[in-house]
């Protein structure tokens, strides 16, 4: 999924985009902890599940064809000379592969996708992904460490956010746990900007009660949400 399709999927103008940097910025002026947000279409590419489901339901589809046999090369046979001793079992192999075939394509879906894969592996895949990009973005490096990451991955349906050590010390994860499935609503009910906005103005409220803004204060991370690629 490219990163205009995305944004388009998430309802997001440019003027949404501003409003959440804009309101990103408002929140840091009155801490030192730093908001980061990052959009994924999927968090793994689950190739694994999506080819298994896929060979299943190939599986199914020849075990349904299997019983017409005679009748599928009977009407074959009748817009035919004559059909090659081969010709059934080469139909019958290209009917199952074009089952598969079809069946990955549509397992691709993401609400296909969401039926397919376990919850537990969706949710281990968005933690594992989020982490990553913990690290990569440099949230970890923030001034007190006070940095925190929302996390958004697509597919799944999911919101992480990801504190780091300064802050879990003394706010709880289910504070952060609540914003989260706050924003998760938001996406599903196609309201993201408005939540988001909240959402941030929330986690500012939450930093600034234990990391009130000083002169120390660096910025060191986009305001901006940052979309990444599969």
Same mark, same amino acid.
Request: hydrophobic share 45%; aromatic share 10%; glycine share 4%.
């Given at each position: ?23 990103? !910025?408002?929140?840091?002026? %009155? ?81 296909? @996708?969401?039926?397919? !894969? ?63 499935? %706050? ?13 988001? !906005?909240?959402? !941030? ?18 910025? +060191? ?5 940052? +979309?990444?690629? @599969?």
């Amino acid at each position: 999924m490219t990163k205009k399709r995305l944004i388009s999927k998430l309802k997001l103008a440019e003027a949404d985009l501003e409003r959440i940097k804009t309101a990103i !910025i408002e929140a840091e002026k %009155k801490t030192d902890g730093e908001i980061s947000i990052a959009v994924i279409p999927e968090s793994s590419s689950y190739a694994f599940h999506e080819l298994f489901a896929s060979l299943i339901a190939g599986a199914v589809g020849f075990a349904i064809l299997l019983p017409f046999y005679n009748s599928i090369i009977a009407v074959v046979d009748h817009f035919s000379w004559h059909l090659p001793a081969w010709f059934g079992a080469s139909l019958y192999g290209f009917l199952f592969f074009a089952i598969i075939a079809l069946a990955y394509v549509i397992t691709n879906i993401p609400a296909v @996708d969401r039926l397919v !894969i376990p919850r537990a592996e969706r949710r281990k895949s968005v933690y594992r992904r989020a982490l990553q990009h913990f690290v990569e973005s440099g949230v970890y490096a923030t001034h007190n460490r006070s940095g925190i990451l929302i996390f958004i991955s697509y597919m799944e349906q999911e919101v992480r956010i990801l504190a780091d050590t300064g802050i879990s010390e003394k706010i709880k994860p289910e504070d952060w746990d609540a914003i989260a499935g %706050k924003i998760a609503k938001g996406i599903t009910e196609n309201n993201l900007t408005e939540v988001m !906005i909240d959402s !941030i103005h929330s986690c500012g409220e939450l930093l600034a009660q234990y990391f009130p803004f000083t002169q120390d204060n660096r910025n +060191i991370l986009a305001d901006s949400i940052v +979309i990444l690629e @599969d």
